[in-house]
């Protein structure tokens, strides 16, 4: 089978009104809300190396850095996503901004082409000397990434060349030869951007830098960190780095020997992300069975039933099999984003629909949900419950999730769908249109459907010359009774494999091919070692996860709301909701309030009648702060 | 009526096996066992003023201190539970431990009468210059109540005078005069150690400056703590202590303004109890009315079945009404210790068997629960529920709530009964023989109980003459059909006031009063505000809440029983466990674990036939890890 790649998401029109919104709302709201807010949180100052203390707002760390250390990334991040942008239309003020951001970044760059703003404006003495902690390859992984975008769509290339010096720099200092650090970053990131580099460069340097990057994290002993905690004399039992393990940064053992998924969920995504990439470039068999046997692990233990990663806030990630707690879920918008990253490279390794099932499961809720219906307010971390006290917050200490949101959306269509030589997969639906070059020939794809709302989707295919090929239809894991045809001609969808129907026929000018995937509102259960969700169901239509929200349904909390186990789900089209969406009903119970007195009493409260309106969770929090529930006690 | 007023702990013999085991436990193994640790963890070696480094086990504090701040305070409370084991039998060994302590506090004194070993030895300039974080007074307040008690069994007032002239120094910088500062300490506790004092010595500058202490606390502008920060030169914008708001230490507003429990838990108990000792000393309506109300408050909203208090690990304290989670629940053992004595002092401005209760609660629950059954290990926190990940502690980072379990549970005997002028009133049931002055006549009297286990009780009456006086028994709230009898002669228990039952008759010796408490078990509901206890109820069987332990319920973790509603609740004595307990057994439903593969389907687990058994909560956790739920889900 040949191999199949992404497209380029500039060449994917977003027709459909779900994604257009949000595109809309990303381009005109968000982008340039967000180089406002980098100038207000003066986090573009700190480019001038001539930092003003850090405003009150941002505590310091434990370690005595401020959280300035990475700032460098959310302004890579900001770049990229202000760049993807532009991809779909150009903007002189945009560019103009980054532009400036280019310029400093020029005025700052050391003459060895060291880069870091934190370093070169506080300790420039003491670059390079606490990897395990202090982000300078995680921001050069960003800059990169921002660097690479902004050269794709302008052509561009000065802020690429200042990166590409920085990194000339860093493989001077670090790498296996005599003389050099054996060092990686405790945040992983620019594995991947160098991946990238590697794909637009073909500079084989930058690949052998990952395949070091990737095959050096976790070596021991002696570990790294632990080399380098004594160059710069702290005694060990002095060390107080975050969470005090290596698990954490999952530098615990070679990449290849890791079988869990484990620490700072962020990191772990990122790294996964770049092994599968560096697994399909170098047909690395070990690492890629070590990609697929972590992709199990956090399948089938770890992973919130709207694709939220890490439950714990203490350490930013996961902590042991089963342990999702819902109000207190941390749920990191990064981690979620950066699953779709990872979902991406590992279907491009095998072109598996649980792959695509998980990458729309995390862009449809985990992901979604971190930006607000207006573009400017955000969630870092996305509980699954809520008693009403958090809310949305129009910025955040740390930023990082608030460019992530914005950067993923800004390049959605890139995820809709890959070629290869002899065919085309269609991974995700939405209304879409573009035209791609399929064994010589170029062919018009015009994707037509309301979805996620409905699953009726129009396929219309349009070769220049009728052409022969695969065209590869995802009938999504979630979806039951499938039908598909070609022409008013059924075809049998059972012959589908791995979650791919592959059309292989001669194709001409006209061809329509229509899908049916029925989306009946589904009760969800979780595995009984959740014990958070024991009893409890969560409501899912197509790819979205339902949430109940005060909003839907006021009268007091929705904690108070059981929904019986026969009741029947109606879907609901609400046009005066967000613009349009479907909404899902219910005949319920709820705990009577009544006239409690005390706080416990041994009369059972009584259940009134009640409907349960639920909302896809992706949309809550944007009509006030109340209650909110995915898993709702299930009554029989 | 005449006032009762609390009997002396050692003039009660506990002859019931439960408090006799507790009392022996803490006698033999916690105390001494506490000492050990006070050696170990290099906290006796802060007297010497010459301190180590702290141990790595100990992280250093946010502010830059150690947590050394504080030790002063825990080798007090160590001497006060230690002397409260000699007054029950003198033991040499013990007493040569706590002289030389002494020895090292006179060496330490200042010639001023300064005395904190934490400053004395790493800032003695700084003396007096954060009481809003640094607990001197609080330290000051422990070690008082460990010279008190000490003086009082021991009869050595050596520690008394040198806290005395601690005092006298204390006197002399703080006060309303001119020149004097007018501080008092972030965390209260000096407060009630004065007023135990000022009842030892009646010396009115004792009870003056009590009165002066909690009159001064958040009286403002300016408030003390933004006075002593300003002269510290710490701009407001760099301050950075703990929680950074007044409601953390309850000094937010005048006390007698304060009608919401809010900040730290602990802090709060302290201040309350010194609040209701002095309303009473005084006769302060208001001062007595705002314990009233905060009473309230707390009970109404605020705390767990348990008696714990406090659910958030962040403040150690109270957040927003009915947030009460179960698996996160802070409810640290030193809030639920205080809220007995807290209950203790309103229960004797007011005979009202509502405060009685709760003292009862959170003795047998959420303070018991902090000791484990060898009485060597320890739980700071008093989680609801646990995945079997936490389990108790050898010692803690912060100890204090060790040696305010050991110190409760050394004079326990205190709680049971009070006496006034012409009556006694008992509390407390389990098994004890005193002899008390009624009216002028030594009164033998014997209760014999195997309570909490039955609700039997014989109370054995013996006046040396005959003599007229209430004897006033406690109906327990939880109470419903007790029955009472005077040597065979019911008595109407309908005419019971607030929970006590007086009885005013000629008693002669050999007089028996026989009572019934029946105590089925029973199921309670939470409040529908508590959501995380919708749907749910607890286990309750008199004064013990029950839990329900992976120990007695193998074959997975607990979360997975369901507690049909018409379940019967069978007692069953089991002599078997920990020297005789009452377990309750019931029927009920467990989700079937199957093969699950996935970690969500939408196929309902399927439920089978279960045993559930509930224990004791204060007994959970001392067979080795394992799942625990106090709230179980009820179904219909």
């Known amino acids: 089978m040949s191999r199949y790649a992404p497209v380029n998401f500039p060449d994917v029109k977003l027709e459909g009104q779900f994604w257009h919104e949000r595109l809309e709302t990303v381009l005109t709201r968000t982008i340039p809300s967000q180089h406002k807010k980098l100038s207000e949180y003066t986090i573009l100052d700190s480019l001038k190396l001539k930092q003003p203390p850090p405003p009150l707002r941002f505590p310091r760390h434990a370690n005595g850095f401020t959280v300035q250390v990475f700032w460098d990334s959310d302004i890579g991040k900001w770049i990229e996503a202000a760049s993807y942008a532009l991809a779909h239309r150009r903007d002189e003020d945009i560019e103009a901004k980054i532009e400036a951001i280019v310029d400093d970044f020029e005025t700052a760059q050391a003459p060895d082409g060291y880069l870091n703003c934190w370093y070169l404006g506080h300790e420039p003495d003491k670059r390079w000397t606490n990897l395990r902690d202090n982000h300078e390859m995680y921001n050069a992984g960003h800059l990169l990434e921002g660097a690479i975008a902004y050269f794709q769509v302008t052509g561009r290339r000065r802020w690429l060349d200042i990166m590409e010096r920085y990194l000339e720099h860093i493989y001077s200092v670090f790498g296996t030869g005599p003389g050099q650090k054996r060092g990686y970053d405790g945040h992983e990131e620019l594995e991947l951007a160098l991946m990238k580099l590697y794909y637009l460069t073909r500079d084989k340097k930058h690949l052998d830098f990952a395949t070091y990057l990737i095959n050096e994290r976790g070596q021991q002993p002696p570990h790294f960190f632990d080399v380098e905690r004594e160059a710069r004399g702290d005694a060990e039992k002095q060390q107080r780095y975050v969470q005090g393990n290596y698990e954490y940064s999952q530098s615990h053992k070679p990449v290849r020997e890791q079988d869990k998924v484990v620490g700072h969920a962020v990191r772990a995504m990122y790294l ?160 879409i249109d573009t035209e791609v070059e399929i064994a010589g020939t170029m ?194």
């Open 272 to 431: 996964y992300t770049a092994m599968a990439d560096l697994a399909a470039e170098i047909g690395d068999a070990d690492l890629k069975r070590a990609c697929e046997v972590l992709w199990d692990d956090v399948m089938e233990t770890k992973m919130y039933v709207t694709a939220g990663l890490g439950p714990s806030a203490q350490n930013e990630g996961f902590t042991h099999d089963f342990d999702l707690p819902n109000q207190t879920a941390y749920a990191e918008t990064c981690a979620s984003v950066a699953l779709i990253f990872w979902a991406q490279r590992m279907l491009h390794l095998d072109l598996d629909g649980k792959y695509a099932d998980i990458l729309e499961l995390a862009m449809f809720n985990g992901a979604l949900s971190g930006l607000s219906r207006d573009g400017e307010q955000y969630f870092y971390a996305n509980p699954l419950e809520s008693d009403g006290t958090p809310t949305r917050w129009d910025w955040h200490t740390c930023p990082c999730c608030t460019m992530n949101v914005s950067r993923l959306v800004a390049s959605v269509g890139g995820y809709f769908l890959s070629t290869a030589q002899d065919g085309v997969a269609f991974h995700l639906y939405g209304g």
């Open 443 to 636: 062919v018009a794809l015009r994707e037509i459907s309301t979805y996620p709302w409905s699953g009726d989707i129009r396929i219309e295919v349009d070769p220049k010359v009728p052409t022969t090929f695969d065209l590869k239809l995802r009938i999504p894991g979630w979806c039951e009774g499938a039908k598909v045809s070609v022409n008013g001609n059924a075809v049998d969808v059972s012959a589908a494999v791995d979650g791919y129907l592959t059309i292989n026929r001669d194709w001409f000018e006209g061809d329509v091919v229509t899908m049916e995937l029925p989306m009946p509102p589904v009760r969800l259960y979780a595995h009984p070692g959740v014990i958070m969700d024991a009893g409890r169901i969560a409501l899912k239509r197509g790819p979205l996860v339902y949430c109940v929200e005060e909003a839907d349904n006021p009268g007091g909390r929705v904690q108070r709301l059981k929904l019986p186990r026969d009741a029947q789900l109606k879907t609901e089209k609400r046009a005066d909701l967000f613009d349009g969406v479907v909404t899902l009903k219910a005949d319920a119970l709820a705990i009577k309030e009544g006239d409690w007195q005390a706080l416990y009493r041994t009369d059972p409260p009584q259940d009134e009648k009640a409907t349960l309106t639920a909302l896809p969770y992706y949309l809550w929090a944007n009509r006030g702060q109340g209650s909110m529930v995915v898993w709702v006690p299930e009554v029989q």
